[in-house]
């Protein structure tokens, strides 16, 4: 790379243990077409010098044949790199980059604006940390701005950068800047999300990416790089319930048998109580085996197998948690979807509902609306269509044991498939179990019922009237 740290050269061992020890940041780059994003991150790898050198040349060389910026450096060349996208220039696939400063690593996914591509914006979206939604000086907030920031939302990111690009083109305008500015917050305000920053930037020349600008004096906030490197990280508390759900099934001999899986949240221990779902058997931990050797304990997004002191029945999808805690188990969700297939949906449909490693047949309930994502507004429909966004009820025909996506991405999100084209066709999010809501509109009627009948069967004067 163009540019190493100084440990790499007198102590190796220190620098490997630096880059381990460091902070990740996931973050994507989404917003319209022809807004700028690949150019941004681009610019971002090149101006924090970690571009190899032999790329750097490979990317001169592109420039000059396929580039779009006339006679400078085309950044975008760096994660545009399917053909189809250099000739169009346009991103089609989610393209991930790593790249890291002395303060923190990262992990950036650069999403598609085209409308046709806002499944492969939903997959990107789903493992960030925070989202840079760019918006083109000279155009403004477009519908394709207005659906990304609300499937941002939807998908539990809380941290927004708004980057205003192509300044250049309208001379830097600080007016052009605060009118959109205004707008967009006026327009976040209603999905709730949390923490903006807004940025006036040039991705092209790399006005406030990197380098505070001497073009914008008028702005006193930070910039880009500023704010990826300081931005709070969502991190799960540390008394979070343990959850876990069965991946592999480990039988290498006859003396070894351990259930593998990476915790989606909370800690386990040896010795700890489990409780094993949908079954609601007991074991109790007995090691904690990971490659590196076996642990006392064991936290959120580790990789490890448990062995238990008991002999039970555990299969792949079941869930894991500590027996003194509890855990939503249902056969009747409500979720909010984003449709990802050109295939429309339809009520009464079956599909399979594909949670991590478990997977249960779905059947659509009831539509309860669809999002008008530029007024926000629900619209009563019976079938969605390709990028529609949605509340849906699903009847499921195995127990499901889930927290909400607000509480646990792992544990509330999932995935539709079309059982016969097997494409997927849905990223959805658990919102509540509706079991308990059935329940309490059916007890009571049919409870009434058998108990008149029960009261009449052995006292036939009986009149319920005289019940006060």
């Known amino acids: 790379m163009v540019n190493q740290s100084n440990l790499i050269e007198s102590d190796i061992e220190a620098y490997l243990h630096q880059q381990e020890h460091k902070e990740l940041s996931r973050f994507i780059t989404c917003g319209s077409v022809d807004d700028g994003k690949s150019t941004l991150i681009g610019r971002l790898l090149h101006d924090t010098k970690t571009i190899f050198e032999d790329h750097l040349e490979s990317l001169q060389v592109d420039s000059k044949k396929i580039g779009t910026t006339g006679g400078k450096i085309d950044l975008a060349l760096l994660v545009d790199g399917l053909q189809s996208e250099r000739e169009q220039g346009i991103t089609i696939d989610v393209a991930y980059r790593y790249f890291s400063t002395q303060k923190r690593k990262f992990i950036i996914a650069d999403t598609p604006g085209h409308e046709q591509y806002t499944r492969n914006m939903a997959t990107g979206a789903s493992t960030a940390d925070l989202a840079i939604i760019l918006i083109d000086a000279r155009y403004g907030i477009v519908t394709q701005t207005r659906r ?12 927004v950068v708004v980057a205003i690009n192509k300044m250049d083109l309208v001379n830097f305008d600080p007016k052009v800047f605060e009118k959109i500015d205004t ?10 999300i949390e923490t903006i920053y807004s940025i006036p930037l ?15 004096p008028w702005f006193k906030g930070a910039t880009l790089l500023d704010i990826l490197e300081t931005v709070p990280l969502a991190t799960p508390p540390a008394d979070a319930a343990f959850r876990m759900v069965l991946q592999y099934v480990n039988r290498p001999n006859l003396d070894f048998r351990g259930f593998a899986g990476t915790i989606a949240s909370g800690t386990v221990s040896v010795n700890d109580k489990i409780t094993v779902l949908p079954s609601n058997k007991q074991v109790t931990v007995k090691e904690i085996v990971t490659y590196d050797g076996n642990l006392e304990s064991a936290s959120s997004q580790q990789a490890i197998t448990l062995t238990f002191n008991e002999e039970i029945d555990i299969s792949r999808g079941n869930v894991l948690i500590k027996s003194e805690s509890t855990i ?10 984003v449709w990802m297939d050109e295939t429309k949906l ?7 509902l594909k949670r991590g490693s478990s997977t249960t047949n779905a059947t659509v309930q009831n539509i309860n609306y669809r999002v008008d994502v530029n007024t926000q507004e629900h619209t009563q429909i019976d079938e969605l269509h390709l990028n529609d966004i949605a509340s849906l009820n699903f009847g499921l025909s195995d127990v499901l044991a889930f927290d909400t996506y607000e509480e646990n991405r792992d544990m509330g999100g999932f995935i539709l498939i079309d059982k016969i084209s097997n494409n997927t066709v849905a990223a959805g999010m658990i919102t509540k179990s509706l079991e308990n809501e059935t329940k309490a509109q059916e007890k009571p009627e049919s409870f009434e019922i058998e108990l008149n009948a029960l009261i009449r069967q052995h006292f036939p004067h009986w009149n319920s009237d005289m019940i006060e």
């Open 148 to 159: 990304h920031s609300y499937i941002v939302r939807l998908l539990g990111i809380r941290n």
């Open 328 to 337: 939503t188990s249902s056969t009747s969700i409500q979720t909010n979807i």
């Open 183 to 192: 707008e967009y917050r006026k327009f976040a305000k209603g999905l709730g």
């Open 202 to 216: 040039s991705a092209l020349d790399g006005d406030n990416v990197v380098n505070k600008s001497e073009k914008t």
């Open 346 to 352: 339809t009520l009464g449909k079956n599909y399979l």
